[in-house]
């Protein structure tokens, strides 16, 4: 089976006019996104706002993105529903449909303990006929704690990984302490896109990144250059990606920054399907302007002419590339505590 690794963008989903799926649009955006060389998909995730489409529409953006795919790389298909009985719906639609894997939230709206937390997967984990992946998110649905994963981890062997959205790297080295000894296969995932580096740093085999839906050529390269060792300018790729991570997720109703970074890349992604105030629509203008810019640091696009003048992005020489990993860890963690990301 292909592998789940790399970077796995949470796809964005083109909307009309009248906030439909534009499905000639996806299909341009999920072809072009693989083209960048994104590793994989993870359609129906947070980012491609799953809450705000029915389960018609929610099967209907997984077959676009299947059939437009083509196997050319695997998909990790969001299948986080209210039930049990509907993940398991989910499960099989997707399994049909010849996704990888699928990704299960833990229960919404209602906290559950570790023992309910644990009875609920493994409810699904015994009935499934596709591989799933854990999604852990606190923000918005009860924290999977690390017992309970490595539980759920060891007794069933559908369970092949999961996709941290906490950005607590303690919480992943913890988990791959307890889990990677006894089940070496086992896949580690962030979602958090400020802690890439330091993720991949502790153990982690990739991410699912939203940023990769307006920059999917520097999170790729990110991930390359930890393969290869190449701390030091990773860390410098790891910082400007924060920045505009940083634009893209606190100054937007979220995920409305990620689909104003993926259409400076030439895509048209309509309207957002939450209402907004007319207010918002008018800042719309002027935030996107300045994702443009940070965007254009990359040199993926053409500077607008209003952007601040800034200094050239610091790549370091490769002689300096094998700079103790521990020193370049520190340091990033410093700037995120300095910028109340952890």
Request: glycine content about 8%; proline content about 7%; aromatic content about 8%.
């Amino acid at each position: 089976m292909a592998p789940i690794e790399g970077i796995f963008t949470p796809t964005l989903v083109p909307l009309d006019e009248r906030g439909e799926i534009q499905e000639a649009e996806l299909r341009r955006f999920i072809s072009w996104l693989i083209e960048k060389g994104v590793h994989g998909l993870y359609p129906n995730g947070s980012t491609g706002e799953f809450t705000r489409f029915t389960v018609e529409e929610r099967r209907r953006i997984m077959k676009i993105v299947v059939d437009e795919t083509r196997g050319r790389v695997p998909i990790l298909a969001g299948a986080a529903e209210a039930n049990v009985k509907e993940t398991l719906a989910a499960c099989d639609a997707y399994a049909e449909m010849g996704c990888r894997a699928v990704a299960i939230v833990s229960p919404i709206y209602y906290r559950l303990s570790p023992d309910s937390t644990y009875a609920y997967f493994a409810e699904i984990a015994r009935r499934t006929p596709i591989d799933l992946t854990l999604y852990n998110i606190p923000l918005f649905a009860t924290p999977i704690d690390v017992q309970t994963i490595t539980r759920l981890a060891l007794d069933f062997p559908r369970v092949i990984g999961i996709k941290d959205s906490s950005g607590d790297v303690a919480q992943m080295v913890r988990m791959i302490a307890a889990i990677r000894p006894r089940r070496p296969d086992f896949v580690f995932l962030t979602g958090w896109d400020c802690v890439l580096v330091p993720m991949l740093l502790a153990g982690a085999n990739g991410g699912t990144n939203a940023s990769s839906n307006a920059v999917p050529e520097v999170t790729r390269r990110l991930y390359e250059l930890c393969r290869q060792g190449k701390w030091e300018e990773a860390s410098v790729w790891q910082q400007r990606v924060l920045e505009l991570f940083d634009a893209m997720l606190q100054v937007f109703e979220f995920p409305d920054g990620f689909r104003a970074g993926a259409e400076t890349r030439g895509f048209n992604f309509g309207q957002p399907r939450i209402p907004q105030t007319g207010n918002q629509k008018e800042d719309r203008t002027r935030l996107a302007n300045m994702v443009r810019c940070l965007i254009a640091d990359f040199e993926l696009i053409a500077k607008p002419g209003s952007c601040p003048v800034r200094s050239p992005m610091p790549v370091p020489k490769s002689d300096e590339s094998n700079l103790d990993a521990k020193v370049l860890v520190d340091r990033i963690m410093v700037e995120l505590g300095k910028r109340g990301v952890i």
